[in-house]
């Protein structure tokens, strides 16, 4: 999932480094459900917002697959 910071934060998008996420900038998390976890974090601490134009992905693919 991608983010855009809109504050300069220490944080990380892999869980395991931490480093200066700076205001203004989009990120990319990890591709896995813990980068997704990450990116979601930051947005719920308020520093981060979804990167305009992008989607994050669904949180359950299986609801999707029964209503086929």
Do not use: C, F, N
């Not at 308020?46 to 609801?63: F, T």
């Amino acid at each position: 999932m991608k983010i855009l910071m809109t504050q300069t934060v220490q944080g990380s998008l892999d869980g395991e480094t931490v480093r200066e996420l700076e205001q203004g900038t989009e990120y990319d998390t990890v591709d896995s459900p813990r980068g997704l976890r990450l990116a979601q974090y930051h947005v719920k601490q308020g520093v981060a917002i979804p990167a305009p134009g992008r989607v994050a992905p669904a949180p359950d693919s299986k609801i999707a697959a029964r209503k086929k």
